[in-house]
């Protein structure tokens, strides 16, 4: 998780304190008090709003459903579970400690996240037949494949997206999107 951000810098609120354009607004933005010209004091809390929290993922990993996945994926801008299975092989599932896709489907739910990424999937199934039975669950779902990119993008900025094959176009030198910030890829496995 990402410490929590500084809130939004108010430029007509600076300009009306009479707060110069250049360092000084940094400063201000980095939690230091400054003085302007006329020699009043301005605190960051005057052209600052409230914090911002900063973006948060987990990767569960090759796991059964667990309380402790659960607690750590609170309010997760993205997290990033094993469905190795389907709901016809709950029972193989719970006999070798993965999960279904609907079991890390109910995790997200219940975790309040913003996208969850399923990946460790069975060869035996399709990327749509998983992504399907989660999103019946949860409907912010995908499942990313090799080269796809996940873009965790600030709340403001829209949230965390799938990128279709952003690794390709990013290393045959195209611009992937603007003001990307990668956090996962994804792959299937057997």
């Not at 301005?42 to 052209?47: E, F, H, L, N, S």
């Not at 400690?97 to 399923?118: F, K, Q």
């Amino acid at each position: 998780m990402e410490p929590t951000r500084p809130g939004r810098f108010d430029v007509e609120t600076a300009d009306a304190l009479g707060v110069p354009a250049g360092p000084e607004r940094g400063r201000l933005q980095r939690g230091e008090t400054i003085v302007v010209a006329d020699g009043r004091e301005i605190a960051p809390d005057a052209v600052l709003g409230p914090p911002r929290p900063g973006r948060k993922v987990v990767l569960a990993g090759d796991t059964a459903p667990s309380r402790s996945v659960l607690e750590a994926a609170r309010a997760a801008d993205l997290l990033v579970h094993e469905a190795t299975f389907c709901e016809e092989e709950r029972a193989r599932a719970a006999e070798t400690s993965h999960s279904t896709a609907a079991d890390a489907a109910e995790i997200a739910r219940a975790a309040d996240v913003s996208l969850l990424a399923l990946t460790h999937l069975s060869s035996r199934y399709a990327g749509r037949q998983v992504a399907d039975e989660a999103r019946a669950v949860f409907p912010q779902t995908e499942v990313p494949r090799d080269f796809d990119i996940i873009d965790v993008r600030f709340e403001e900025r829209g949230g965390p997206r799938l990128i279709k094959g952003g690794a390709l176009h990013e290393r045959d030198g195209g611009p992937l999107a603007p003001e990307r910030e990668p956090i996962a890829t994804g792959e299937e496995v057997a």
